[in-house]
């Protein structure tokens, strides 16, 4: 994909309603003097798991007011353990998190909105937007992409076709040219802090075992899970795989032939050992990904913390359609896999590719085992190279400072 395909023209609402009156022929607004998030929750977790991650970020790290516009507050409320769905407002950390129904009623827009995932603004706040003086900072917040074209995109201008209005593109990504990653200003201390025996203990896990190869599990379906374990199971070190409560749980029951497994369980097979765990809240996720000697993650969120988590990690990709996630998966691999061993690289691409087309995972597990401990020593390294991009909510608020001023 170039950028020039990419500066979509703006996209309208569904229907876009020409309003009665124009907004210059309304008395002109003073911005709120917070920040709106807009979070669409297309499904799963990533989509309010980055947004929430931001918007405690930019309440607690930069001392802004953050108003956090949720769709789906029901599916928000699994991610955020605190959030009452039936509360239509309610403020959590630090944030303001407003279930998003339209029409939205008469808000005052703040001084910078950002549309999480290209999502579309409802109209009455869009038409509010072009009545402030001054306009707010409108940003397009776009999914995490390692792909060539993203940072000729980053920050690029794109003019609403009826209202005086602009909206910027803001990037996630790799490298200085892009917004960067997100990363709390106290990750490294908390890692510093961490206790292993602490975290087992409090899931009712044994001591480590000697040579035992600890592994989490958050994933998609995927009909290469049975192959996998089959590996771990007839394999020459005790294998813990600790499971959270989701979409890949079934496919594990099924594997060890049982239906309905809860959070609690913990089955054996030959050195297969698996664990299920609760779905914890995000900073807890962290310490799961840090107890852990290897990570399957997936999507977007968990994806960037198992980078930071410093462990060989497995990647699922969001699936989509005409395989347009390979060309990213690819992208990926190209970059964090450059300069990397031969052997090691090769281990690597072709268990992430067996792994992401469902099949063939369980002949390259032991040539991906065998490499864990320079993959280790690689992702320490790659994640210090990440680190040098800045972290994403500090990237965005110097963006927004140079517009808003
Ligand atoms: O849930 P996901 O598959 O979300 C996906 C991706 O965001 C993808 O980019 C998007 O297109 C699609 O949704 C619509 O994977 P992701 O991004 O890793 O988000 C999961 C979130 O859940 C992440 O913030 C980590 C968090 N999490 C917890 O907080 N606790 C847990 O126990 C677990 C397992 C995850």
Redesign the pocket.
């Given at each position: 994909m170039s950028c020039a395909q990419f500066v979509r023209p703006f996209q309208p609402g569904l229907s876009p309603t020409v309003p009665s009156t124009p907004p210059s022929a309304l008395s002109p607004l003073s911005p709120a003097c917070c920040w709106d998030v807009f979070c669409p929750v297309?499904?799963?977790?990533?989509?309010?798991?980055?947004c929430?991650?931001l918007a405690r970020q930019l309440a607690v790290e930069h001392g802004l007011a953050v108003r956090l516009w949720v769709d789906d507050l029901k599916s928000a409320s699994h991610?955020i353990p605190s959030l009452n769905p039936q509360q239509t407002s309610q403020v959590l950390m630090g944030v303001e998190v407003r279930h998003w129904v339209e029409p939205l009623g008469d808000v005052v827009p703040g001084k910078v909105v950002i549309g999480a995932?290209a999502a579309t603004l409802p109209e009455s706040f869009l038409t509010a937007m072009a009545r402030c003086v001054p306009r707010p900072c409108w940003i397009n917040l776009e999914?995490?992409s390692a792909e060539d074209w993203v940072a000729g995109c980053h920050g690029l201008p794109s003019p609403h076709p009826r209202l005086p209005l602009t909206q910027h593109f803001f990037f996630p990504g790799l490298d200085r040219a892009t917004g960067g990653l997100l990363r709390e200003a106290d990750y490294s201390a908390r890692r510093r802090g961490f206790s292993e025996s602490t975290f087992r203990k409090s899931f009712d896990l044994p001591m480590r075992a000697p040579g035992e190869c600890v592994v989490?599990l958050?994933t998609?379906e995927n009909p290469a899970i049975g192959e996998l374990m089959t590996a771990w199971s007839q394999g020459k070190r005790q294998v813990l795989c600790l499971v959270?409560?989701?979409r890949v749980l079934p496919g594990v029951a099924a594997w060890f032939g049982v239906i309905g497994l809860q959070p609690g369980d913990r089955l054996r097979k030959g050195h297969l050992v698996v664990k299920v765990?609760?779905?914890?809240?995000?900073s807890?996720?962290d310490e799961?990904l840090w107890a852990c000697d290897l990570n399957f993650?997936?999507?977007?969120?968990?994806?960037?913390?198992a980078q930071w988590a410093e462990a060989p990690f497995v990647w699922h990709i969001?699936p989509q359609q005409d395989d347009a996630h390979l060309e990213k998966l690819n992208a990926f691999m190209t970059r964090y896999l450059a300069g990397v061993v031969p052997s090691v690289a090769h281990a690597v691409e072709d268990f992430w590719r067996a792994w992401n087309d469902g099949q063939e995972v369980g002949t390259r597990w032991s040539a991906l085992e065998a490499v864990l401990p320079e993959l280790g020593s690689h992702t320490r390294a790659w994640s210090m190279k990440m680190q040098a991009s800045g972290d994403l909510a500090g990237n965005l608020v110097r963006f927004c400072k140079v517009e808003i001023e």
């Open positions: 297309v499904d799963n977790f990533g989509d309010i798991g980055v929430w991650r991610l995932f999914y995490l989490s958050f998609y959270p409560e989701g765990l609760p779905f914890v809240d995000q807890r996720y799961l993650v997936r999507g977007e969120d968990s994806f960037v913390r969001y």
